[in-house]
């Protein structure tokens, strides 16, 4: 790997900006302590390379198509100046302009953010995954052709740039690889914030130019407004595969499990991410058994987008996230509910809980609370029979960054766990200081290219080393490890991981989320609700 | 008389320049929620849990308390906690910086009371008078010490740290170079000519009864006197303003967890936001330069 790469050399035509080797990664720990033991990493094809920008990194999860002539380069140049422009206007951006221009005016360039960064570690220190690097991309542009005074100024100011195509599609690429954690703000001494920086650029990108990974805009936010879910299910669908589950789960637990829709006046709207239904039936099933015998008088949604609680918008779009957060209001106001309670997906949580909070103005501010609490409510209260030896196996807890680190939801997961989970051990570190997944803002729905293993190699790589660590007194083949991750994006990021390594082969890990463990101690359900098979 | 029309000339470039920031941060639109956790005036901040961990927690009383953020604070501002958690062989450097310009805020504080003290006849000779000369000079040359030697290690780390050099531009090292000339010139001065800070003192006096025609007393002096007249006058231009800018760091943006209420303060001010036209480009949006963030908020994708 090339250490010494500069922030100008972004704007510099070469075949790539960097490349990270093998033997550049961070170590793991047993049983994928020898580099031999790490699954190969395909490199993009002339084919791929042919299709989109390709020149920042080895991989691409965008996926920008080749500007076709010197003047369509030219209108794109232009299309990413005057968003840039729009970034810092109150009009365009009054949501995010106050901590911008914060995070834009005073970073001391300290590199403390740096090791903050699981993707930075993770790529054996690679320069350009600093998350400070994109951000003085952007501050320099900026102060150069955004500023009073830049063209003059910015060089001595801030360092100077470039602004060509390269440069554009380059940071257009850079801002997705950062999971928008924000583990990195939380170390900063001026607290300039890197994760919000990557974000807006992000929303740059979108508001003005289109472009966005298509996983999370064509096929994520625009598909769930556009027929109800970024799954693809309709209403009718997700009834239909609904009904599925509730006979599922009734042949699992040994009672009847009905699943309660569009019931008016009903305490709580129960908002799960869809995926849950298409990829875990388990997870949405444990929840309707745990409410259905707790007595919570709840319902769900059969209206288009409110039966789905994602909300992609939250990583690159402004609008789009205002537009799916306005739905799940309306289908709340219609059937009269107290509050909305969001199921075990960490986005979500976030996104209608803090982030449209302050656009709900006036009767839209419709109470939002978290499963975890209500779950943790539930459990302690003693309207359900547990046994918590039926969960009598190493248990650890992924934290949610937006739950936690970004909600300040910590303990009530915790209070249930040490209450069912006699085996339960924390992660080094967890809470608010822990590491993301590495599917976060999107990742882990998305694997053009080979993006796929730069998550498994490089983002996700952190997590692993955790959650192994974590088990490390019990990592063999035939254990039983239950990795614990409330948050639907970050399971799939975690089945990724685990699968690509073989963790479960080899260590026994499997994970899943939490209403599934408080239903495998369920003394009402049938034993061996959690099943230990790969899925 | 000239010098005495910079240092006022200085202070109040000082005053406008972090005024006219302070203001251009204070009235800026109210922003989406962006906090990130510990938040340190909640009750759980020990763990950085929030009040979104308690059942309906929209009907609880709010709790903040001014303690929790004084101790989230206190340590941040003195002795740059973040930074010893995060980053310790910087701490090293930048806390002697830092905490020595603390001390020299104090040095100047005191220096303008024994002004004023001057000013009412005060002879400084034993007593509360020379109690507080004596404190004066000692808090002056252990602040001049430690910040200096914290301003060259950072200057040192600048041009030898390979990590940082690709971020170094010119305006770092200028700042570090000025306030470490400003700095050393400030110890060779006192130390040749006024090792009690007395005509400091004198000049200090003279500023406050306007009293420009006083001499300084030392060619030596008055030019290390221009220097850190200069010196504050440039620091709140600079990123260096981070200094004040911090605060709305931590309260506007870190710490601001406040809910939207209906009928809360904060509600007439972001329906006046959400009227605004919006000009994104974006083809999905269809924004016309007319349709405002509600009209599009509200607008069916088919």
Partial sequence: MNRRIRVEDISKISEQLTHVAKEDLMPLPPPYDKPETWPDWPALTDKQKAQAEYTLDDTIAIGIPHPKSKEEEDELVRKFLSGLEKLFQAQNNWGFLQPLKLSMDHCAKCHTCSDACHIYEASGRNPVYRPAYRSEVLRRLYNKYVKSGGKLLSAWRSGDIELNWTTVARLAELSYRCNLCRRCAQTCPVGVDNGLIAHEIRKLFHQEMGIAAKEIDEKGAELQLKVGSSTGMSPEVVRDNMDFIDEDMSEKVGFKVQTRWDVKGADVLLIHNAGEIMAWPENPGAFHVILQQAGINYTLSSDAVAYDGINYGLWYDDFLLAKVALKHIQAAKKLGVKKIVIGECGHAHKALTVIADRILTGDLNVPRESSMVMLRDIVMSGKLKLDPSRNNFPVTLHDPCNMVRLMGIVEPQREILRKIAPMFREMTPHGVDNYCCGGGSGFAIMTPYNFGHWRYNISGRKKLQQVLNAFGDNCKPGAQNYLCAPCSNCKGQLRDILFHYGAFEKCGILYGGLVELIVNAMTDAKPGFIEWEWH | ?302
């Fill in chain 2, 1 to 302: 008389m000239l010098l005495h029309l910079i240092t006022y000339a200085s202070l109040a470039v000082f005053a406008l320049a972090v005024g006219y920031k302070a203001y251009s941060l204070w009235k800026m639109p109210p922003h989406l929620r962006w906090e990130l956790y510990p938040v340190a005036h909640d009750k759980n901040a020990s763990y950085g849990g929030s009040y979104l961990e308690e059942t309906d927690w929209w009907n609880k009383p709010r709790y903040s308390s001014f303690i929790g953020e004084m101790k989230g604070m206190i340590p941040e501002m003195l002795f740059i906690k973040a930074l010893f958690e995060n980053n310790r062989p910087l701490w090293y450097r930048s806390f002697p910086f830092h905490f020595g310009l603390y001390i020299l805020i104090g040095f100047l504080g005191l220096t303008l009371f024994g002004a004023v003290l001057q000013l009412f006849g005060a002879t400084f000779v034993g007593g509360f008078t020379g109690l507080i000369a004596q404190v004066t000079a000692l808090v002056g040359w252990v602040g001049l010490i430690v910040a200096t030697f914290g301003a060259a290690a950072l200057l040192h780390r600048r041009l030898t740290d390979e990590e940082l050099q690709d971020y170094t531009q010119f305006s770092h090292l200028f700042n570090l170079g000025f306030i470490l000339a400003a700095l050393l010139l400030s110890v060779l001065a006192f130390g040749v000519s006024d090792r009690g800070f007395v005509l400091l003192r004198g000049y200090v006096a003279a500023l406050i009864s306007f009293n420009t025609a006083a001499p300084v007393g030392s060619g030596l002096v008055a030019v290390a006197i221009l220097v850190g007249s200069l010196l504050v006058a440039y620091i709140p231009l600079t990123h260096m303003s981070h200094f004040f800018t911090k605060w709305f760091m931590w309260h506007k943006v870190r710490w601001d967890d406040a809910p939207m209420t209906k009928g809360c303060a904060m509600e007439p001010l972001v329906n006046e936001c959400l009227k605004q036209p919006v000009t994104w480009s974006g083809v999905h949006l269809k924004a016309d330069g007319k349709k405002n963030w509600v009209d599009i908020a509200t607008e069916e994708i088919k």
